[in-house]
């Protein structure tokens, strides 16, 4: 080995150790990157020559810049978040809905409840009073008002729920595609020998991110690639530099959007989301909120037909038989029988034509108040609205719980996965020390054998 030999040792090692100096700069600067994994340079020996049938070293070769990647703290971390994706969107809509019944805060649905057919036992004290009479009729006003105010507060909870698909949609589908761009990027880059370090957590970073939104199962394939399929329903939705998409169609029963996916190349199909933020979505504007108001329409409907069959037992003022007292069979329609109940004289108070100042038919329409008439005979109408008071309540507590555990195992796994892929300032200086006292006798290594080749040079003179 010669001193040209020796110079190119150095040289070598000058540009080895730049680069060392460059991939530790790059992780400083991105120690606050979202989904940024710390890369390291691994060096080996170069490949030995033979000089006078000795092997001789030539120096230091990089083998590769590597990113610290765990794939199984990937797939946690993806399944963590769609299920945290699908409790966080449930939990914030239901708290949106409770105030509706909130019965501490203000005077509600269970208040104006109670206070009719507390107006029907005034009417007991002074069946042909006046004033109790339109007392009744404003009771009943404020009861149809808020039985209407809690069904449109629910049905525009279902609408926006169903509104909202659209920009979640068109969120997924722009992500599917960046997916698959930088699937391109990465299999292009790695074809020619790059490093595609940064684009690898970019990517893996947008698969965490679509996770939250739906469910999903990926596969990294060996050039570089990652294939995406829907958990919900088995269809891809990236394959390699393709992204499918998601559709929505208004179906024509509901009036409500269809949700469907189209794999790349292939047709459209209808599924049913189930997980992330889009299962929460349909799942709150076809099963939960739905559910909600169905109760609120059969308490709804219970009251007006108890009410009517008894009213039309009785008789007003004018010795008439009753007549419905309420129309509408739902929350949204329930209201007093305008047609019908033309003035307070036509309340049928009484339980006898021929006794008109009688008040036995309101004492039994005010006892219906506590009849077992809702959940199969189980429960009175204060009851029954309080269970459903109650169930709102728990399910809105029980998804705060469900949510702060969600969050709680969410932060261990992004700990775990900074304390194996995040960026050290600490260690990275150090490095950055270490790469520049080895550029530093590189460099070194050069004048020293410069020097050398100078001595040389002048004893030949």
Do not use: C
């Not at 790349?264 to 709150?284: D, F, I, R, Y």
């Not at 600490?426 to 410069?450: F, M, W």
Request: net charge negative; proline share 2%.
């Amino acid at each position: 080995m010669g001193l040209s030999a020796a110079m190119e040792i150095g040289k070598n090692g000058l540009t080895i150790y730049r680069v060392a100096s460059e991939v530790t700069s790059e992780n400083i600067a991105n120690v606050n990157t979202p989904g940024y994994s710390r890369q390291r340079v691994l060096l080996e020996t170069a490949p030995p020559t033979t000089h006078n049938g000795f092997p001789m070293g030539t120096g230091v070769r990089i083998a590769t810049v590597e990113r610290y990647y765990d794939g199984l703290l990937q797939q946690q971390l993806v399944k963590a978040q769609t299920t945290q994706g699908f409790d966080t969107t449930k939990s914030s809509v239901l708290q949106q809905i409770e105030p509706t019944f909130n019965e501490v805060a203000n005077d509600g649905l269970g208040a104006a409840i109670t206070n009719f057919f507390g107006a029907w036992q005034d009417l007991t004290l002074n069946p042909a009073g006046a004033a109790e009479r339109q007392a009744l009729l404003s009771r009943t006003q404020i009861l149809s008002d808020n039985f209407k105010a809690v069904s449109t507060t629910l049905t525009d909870a279902i609408n926006t729920q169903n509104s909202a698909l659209v920009p979640l949609t068109d969120s997924i589908n722009a992500t599917l595609k960046n997916i698959a761009q930088l699937n391109e990027q990465i299999k292009t880059t790695e074809l020619v020998s790059g490093n595609a370090n940064e684009i690898r957590d970019q990517r893996d970073q947008l698969v965490r991110d679509l996770s939250k939104q739906i469910g999903i199962t990926y596969t990294e394939n060996s050039d570089g690639t990652t294939d995406i399929n829907y958990a919900d329903g088995g269809a891809a939705l990236v394959t390699g530099a393709d992204a499918g998409a998601f559709s929505l169609a208004v179906n024509a029963g509901s009036g409500l959007y269809d949700v469907s996916v189209t794999p790349p190349g292939g047709v459209a199909a209808l599924v049913a989301p189930l997980t992330g933020q889009l299962g929460a979505t349909v799942a709150l504007r076809d099963t939960i909120i739905p559910g909600y108001l169905a109760r609120v329409d059969a308490l709804a409907s219970t009251i007006a037909a108890e009410v009517n069959t008894q009213h039309k037992l009785g008789f007003d003022l004018s010795g008439a038989a009753g007549v419905d007292f309420f129309t509408g069979t739902t929350a949204a329609t329930i209201s007093l029988n305008s047609a019908g109940i033309t003035g307070t004289d036509k309340i049928a108070a009484s339980g006898n034509a021929l006794l008109l100042g009688d008040n036995s038919n309101a004492l039994k329409l005010a006892q219906l108040q506590g009849k077992q008439a809702m959940s199969a005979g189980t429960a009175s109408f204060g009851s029954y609205y309080n269970g459903l008071v109650s169930l709102i309540g728990l399910d809105v507590q029980s998804s705060k719980t469900t949510v702060a555990q969600d969050e709680a195992f969410t932060r261990q796994l992004t700990t775990l996965r900074e304390s194996n892929s995040g960026v050290s300032l600490d260690e990275e200086l150090t490095n950055l020390v270490k790469y520049q006292r080895s550029y530093q006798a590189s460099a070194k290594l050069i004048t020293t054998a410069t020097e050398m080749m100078d001595t040389v040079i002048n004893l030949i003179r």
